[in-house]
């Protein structure tokens, strides 16, 4: 099987399973909108699963990073077996490190609320540290399941890792209805406690599988030990910058009108989608090749393979946040306007999914290049990056929420999320030939193509507002169709504009969809 046969095949089992997750994903907001809509119990639930989070999307994301190119280069180098007793050593550091930060978490749970959350009344403050002490021991398994998701991909093992959150989503659902019913915030904290070890522990048998054998030895001062832990820790601090993003923005929106902080986290949720649904793919998909690559000694080669990634990405999130921008006020209320999720709430969700969605390129394409960083065991570059936009960050957002209150929140994340993308473009371009004239041609046809598509879903939801007005299953056709026909514009635009990676998408569907039908 050639490189692009195994990038595309992996791809599309990342994109499977990241799908189901992620409407696991909305399904899991919406359940926690229901149980405890837009309150302060749900204020207390966010700002308490604020850390937890951070090792879900941080710890284990750099965990999983780093172990891929230093897997790929031993097996470059004939090393399997020394490769897996390093893997079998940062399992112990690493459960040792979580299991001592958890603790410390806990016994400093006031000080982390009262930073977080420093605009909450007592009792919700008082809420949200109960809520703190009792999930800290979630970060173990999200770390642990972070690992072993880096470890897979090494192996070039990608569906039951990204089925990982999809497990986990289900565990909260049953948490925030169920448990949620009978103990309050309180179940809905236990089942994201639950999904966090089941993320973790689904992974195992497969682990097994792939080869490895778990051994319980503990060296702080092997040399890769130490390589791992200094690539790890610059990595997990640039990171975090984008939960720091969010953090100050929770502490900002703590002083404003209250269910602003869980207008953002539904917002935000929803701007993950195409990021976790396509990006979080192709990135995934990638970042093997690309390591093995670079420790075969072939950078023409893996800038060719991160060029076309960047193509991939483009032509998703464009769109994707068009089309967001347009329809943020129906999307928001099919998924979320129920029980104690009111109009107001909407309103407040919609607004701040507008101004996202304006940066949703940026962040997006910030995973995409920084994986090119990553490949050649750089992470330092990224990080410097990110913590240099954080004045950037925290300046917009205080002056803009100041004309747009929470909304301005989101326009700050966006405005620093594209200089982010700027930057490090700039700087992969200066290591790499990534920005060549073809991939600037590709970038315009691509905002041709969308704002076309724009156009016509604007006009075309306007019309279908009117003749399928209602909620329920009539507003969920009526965003169907706007998908649809935005689909179809875009790609017969794009068609027309002759975009080589559309192109190259179609002909590789149409092949897959030949070689079945030969099949029968």
Known sequence: ?????????????????????RILGLGRETAIAHRFGATSATDAYLVAYTIPNIFYGVAGLALATVIVPIFAEYVAKGQREEAWRLCSLVTNALVMFTVVASLLGMLAAPLIVGVLGQG?????????VQLTIFMLPSIVFFSLAGLFMGILNANNVFGIPAFGSAAMNIVIIFGALVLGKYYGVYGLAAGAVGGAAAMALIQVPVLRRAGFRYHFIFDFRHPEVKRVLLLVFPLTLGLSVNQIYLMVDWVLASGLTEGSIAALNYANKLIQLPQSL???????AIFPTLSKQIAEARPAEMAETLRRGIKVVLMLTIPAGAGILILREPIVTLLFQRGAFDARATEMTAAALLFFSIGLVGLCMVMILSRGFFAMQDTRTPVIVTLSTLVVKFGASTALMGHLAHAGLALGTSITALLNMFILAFLLNRRLPVLTSDLLRFLGGVVAAALVMGLAVHYADAFLAQILSGGGTVLLLRIILDIFLGGVVFFLAGFLLQLDELLNVFRYGRSMLRARVSGF
């Not at 909450?120 to 949200?128: C, S, V």
């Not at 990006?279 to 995934?284: G, K, R």
Request: overall charge positive; glycine content about 6%.
């Open 1 to 21: 099987m050639s490189t692009g046969q195994v990038i595309a095949r992996a791809t599309i089992i990342v994109m499977i399973m990241s799908g189901l997750s």
């Open 278 to 284: 396509f990006v979080l793919a192709i990135s995934t």
């Open 120 to 128: 909450f009344p007592p009792e919700t403050y008082r809420l949200a």
